[in-house]
Structure formats: structure tokens, C-alpha cells
């Protein structure tokens, strides 16, 4: 017997997920993270290299 | 791919997924550590005798083709860009060994096609930080963005409901793509602007 998985995929965990990898959500974050150290001014380099980490890693789930 | 780091390919219960995952978190971080020991070196060779600049005057030409290619350019880049994990692998490896070797095979970036031009700009000025303490922090911090692409593929236990449900999460059009791509040129060459300055001071 087939197993009807539609209604899972719209499901609150679901919706989550799929969030938490849409472009749109990696794109606002490497813009809030870059405004925000931009205009904190932060003139060190662990900073800065820490948000190319963190939107590196994250956008490596969509192939570019 | 690192989304077969997944109960409904392996066969194996939550709990020990769990722990694939923190080995392919491992995976991720040893390799970038392979990645960042091999630029480390180069970057000590070069400025054994010459200035801290100088590293930014060899690397910036490779991050800028690679933002160039970002944005759409047809440029050739140092690198594979049609290759991806070996999935020979999962046949002849057991699945936390799988989870480990596709953690480093990632985690090194430039064997794959998966690589934006933040990537390349994390790795190379990773050795103008200055402290390896941090610079261990900071390829934790990617091996645990690398690693939301494994928790966010988690679909059930049935490979037909796994399939399902992230072509549901990864169905997006190709203006989303294109703009993930713009911000990563974005991010990556506000960064190199910022290090740069921080650099030259």
C-alpha cells in the first residue's frame, strides 16, 4: 500500500526546515550580518571571517 | 551528498544519526583544517621575507574570479567544479565512515562543485587572523553551517518519503538561486574589502 506523505511535507517541521535552507533566509542573514558589522565598524579580521564562515557553510546547500 | 548522511539511506535509527552527523560535522572541520593548513603554508612562505600584504595581492585575484563567477561570469576557476562526493562510498563504507569522508571531502571545498566565492575568501584569510586558537573556532563555526544541509534533509524512514520531502524543501526557482549567488559576491567582497583594511590599517 502506498504511503500518502503529502500532508507530512506541509507539516509545522516541515515548514521549518524548509526555511531554514531557502535561499531567501541565507540571503537576509549574510545582509543583517554584514550591515551589522559594517556598521559596528569592526575593524578586526576574525570577525568578518566568521560571517564568511557562517554564510559559506550555510550556502553550500544550493549548488552555485 | 551530504544529504545521504540520512536515516532513510543508511537504515539506521535516530540516535545513531545523530552521532553521523556530529562525525560529519568532524568530517567537515578536519578537512577545512587540511584546507587552511595548505594556504597556512603558503602564506608563511610568502611572508617569511615580504609583508602581510603581499598575501592579499596574491589571494584577491583568486577570490575576485571567483565572485566574477558568482555573478554570472564565464570564468575558469582554480578548481573542479563538475565533481561531486564519491558515491562509490556508501557501498564499500560503513555509514559513520561515509558521514566522516563526505565531512572532509566537503570540508576541503575545492574538490566538489558546492564552492561560492565566500568559501575561497574564508579559506584564504583564515591565516591573517593571527591566533590558530581561533582560527579552530571559526572552521567550527562553518563545519556547523556546513552541517544545517544533513539536519535539514531529515525526512522519515523510507527512502520514498526522504526523496519526497527534499524535493519539497529544495524546490525553489532560479531567481532565488541567483540572488544566493549575488550575496555571496556580496559578502565575500565586502569581507575581503574589510580585511584588507584591517590589514593595511
Known amino acids: ?64 | 551528498m551530504a544529504t545521504t548522511v540520512n536515516p532513510a539511506v543508511s537504515g539506521v535509527g535516530y540516535r545513531r544519526w545523530s552521532f553521523h552527523v556530529v562525525l560529519y560535522a568532524a568530517g567537515v572541520a578536519a578537512g577545512a583544517l587540511v584546507s587552511y593548513a595548505a594556504v597556512y603554508a603558503a602564506y608563511a612562505a610568502l611572508t617569511y621575507r615580504l609583508p602581510q600584504w603581499t598575501w592579499l595581492a596574491v589571494a584577491l585575484p583568486f577570490v575576485a574570479l571567483v565572485v566574477l563567477r558568482d555573478l554570472g561570469a564565464r570564468v575558469r576557476v582554480p578548481y573542479p567544479e563538475r565533481t561531486q562526493v564519491p558515491e562509490w562510498l556508501r557501498h564499500v563504507l560503513p555509514p559513520g565512515l561515509v558521514a566522516v569522508a563526505y565531512g572532509a571531502h566537503l570540508g576541503i571545498g575545492f574538490l566538489t562543485r558546492f564552492t561560492y566565492s565566500t568559501h575561497l575568501a574564508f579559506v584564504v584569510a583564515l591565516p591573517l587572523v593571527g591566533s590558530h586558537a581561533t582560527v579552530a573556532g571559526l572552521v567550527v563555526l562553518f563545519a556547523l553551517a556546513k552541517t544545517i544541509v544533513v539536519v535539514t534533509s531529515l525526512g522519515g524512514r523510507s527512502y520514498r518519503e526522504f526523496e519526497q520531502r527534499i524535493l519539497a524543501r529544495h524546490r525553489t526557482g532560479t531567481a532565488k538561486q541567483t540572488l544566493l549567488r549575488f550575496a555571496n559576491a556580496a559578502v565575500a567582497t565586502a569581507s575581503a574589502a574589510a580585511v584588507a583594511v584591517a590589514i593595511l590599517g
Do not use: E
Open chain 1, 1 to 64: 500500500m502506498a504511503v500518502d506523505v503529502q500532508p507530512a511535507l506541509t507539516s509545522p517541521a516541515d515548514r521549518l526546515l524548509r526555511l531554514a535552507v531557502d535561499p531567501i533566509t541565507i540571503v537576509a542573514f549574510a545582509a543583517v550580518g554584514s550591515a551589522a558589522l559594517a556598521a559596528g565598524q569592526v575593524g578586526q579580521v576574525a570577525p568578518w571571517v566568521a560571517l564568511l564562515a557562517l554564510v559559506a557553510g550555510w550556502s553550500s546547500a544550493w549548488s552555485p
